[in-house]
């Protein structure tokens, strides 16, 4: 999706513990977008955590059960099962207005408002207090460390200027951002922001963020990079991958593509071919069941063989079929095994008018009783990372 956007996660595995060696079979999840959560008020901002909590996206306690190793009677031996749920939630570095969606928000900054490499850390720490409130409810965070559609769409940003890249606000389209992708002087600047974020020290932790894999689920590298334009430097996701994993060190916050504008811009091959990309993140709109099965099943053997996760990151509905639509997009989404985050949770919602869905509309019942249902749901993917695993 090209305006700005967030998320949420819900999360649950079961590790169950042998003598002499571990089972893992994970559920699935379910999660959400909440791009600009961390700018709304203290008393909003803690509206939406808890109805993560009250949807249950959130651990549970340790849970018991017989299984004996192989060759064994049940009566000889007890291994335990230990199940967990957590939520994950996605948000962005990018600016936001004050306001933004009829909310609380104040007005942010992007980290590189004035000048490119000129870094204000408002929007970090701010981020950082998010994480400070969503660690105790067992909430981790998805962190976009950019926004494709600031590069003259949605937004204006630092980069735009330096590089003199083409602006159309997106009213004429999105505009072709090539320049940002394949100059070297760009990549480089870039580079030196994700380093800035890696290394931000956390003020509610007091460690930085690149080891933070308590609070933080994963590092995206852009949200949508390319987005609705050539595919003009295929290598580029896998480098930026490289150089977050040269902070990230064996850390067990993973880094995800950040996903694409349908499902071929989100599966390139080359995604699955770089060790230091993990999950490669799925954005598609179109909630045709029909459709949205086939584009999963013809990519989700290339993931398992190629050792990445798949994860249903982006889609969404509006209109006066809104939560039909959504119902039967998770039903379809549950069959496949693959974890999925609706677009987008937001106080307030909009309605049919909009994709934003708050817990006073019907599509909210049935997306909390959807991920309910996917939680029981055993997937095709391990996500030691939020089940207390790593």
């Not at 079961?14 to 999840?29: C, Q, R």
């Not at 969606?101 to 980290?111: E, I, Q």
């Not at 408002?122 to 409130?133: V, W």
């Not at 630092?158 to 009213?171: D, F, I, N, R, S």
Request: aromatic content about 10%; some cysteine; hydrophobic content about 40%.
């Amino acid at each position: 999706m090209f305006f700005l956007q967030p998320l949420l996660l819900l999360a649950a595995t079961a590790l169950t513990l042998h003598p002499s060696h571990w089972f893992v079979a994970a559920n699935d999840f379910a999660g959400a977008n909440a791009y600009f959560l961390h700018t709304l008020s203290a008393a909003d901002r803690a509206s939406v955590l808890d109805a993560m909590q009250s949807a249950d996206m959130k651990r549970e306690q340790p849970s018991f059960s017989r299984f004996p190793p192989d060759g064994a009677h049940s009566s000889d031996t007890m291994a335990e099962t230990l199940i967990f749920f957590c939520a994950v939630l996605r948000v962005f570095i990018t600016r936001v207005g004050a306001g933004a969606k009829g909310s609380s928000a104040r007005a942010v900054n992007d980290l590189e408002t004035v000048a490119v490499g000129s870094y204000d850390d408002t929007i970090l720490r701010l981020i950082d207090t998010l994480a400070s409130e969503a660690h105790p409810r067992d909430i981790k965070l998805v962190i976009a460390m950019h926004d494709r559609y600031a590069l003259g769409c949605w937004d204006t940003d630092a980069y735009v200027a330096k590089y003199a890249l083409p602006v159309t606000g997106c009213v004429n389209g999105v505009p072709d951002s090539s320049k940002f992708y394949t100059n070297a002087n760009a990549v480089a600047d870039f580079d030196k922001r994700l380093k800035h974020i890696l290394n931000f020290q956390s003020p509610a932790f007091g460690v930085p963020w690149h080891q933070l894999s308590d609070a933080i689920f994963s590092f995206e590298i852009q949200n949508e990079g390319m987005g609705h334009m050539n595919q003009v430097a295929p290598n580029w996701w896998c480098d930026r991958a490289n150089v977050i994993r040269s902070v990230l060190g064996s850390t067990g916050i993973k880094i995800s593509t950040g996903g694409g504008t349908d499902m071929a811009t989100s599966t390139q091959s080359q995604f699955f071919s770089c060790t230091n990309i993990q999950i490669v993140a799925l954005h598609d709109y179109n909630v045709d069941p029909t459709y949205v099965a086939s584009k999963i099943d013809a990519v989700k053997g290339i993931a398992l063989s190629s050792g990445k996760r798949l994860l249903y990151e982006e889609f969404g509905a509006l209109g006066s079929n809104k939560q039909s639509q959504l119902l039967a997009v998770t039903n379809t989404l549950i069959s496949t095994g693959v974890p999925w985050m609706f677009w987008e949770l937001m106080k307030p919602g909009k309605g049919s008018s909009d994709y934003e869905v708050w817990t006073d509309e019907p599509s909210w019942t049935t997306l909390r009783a959807q991920s309910l249902a996917t939680r029981k749901h055993v997937g095709e993917f391990g996500w030691p990372e939020i089940d207390g695993g790593a």
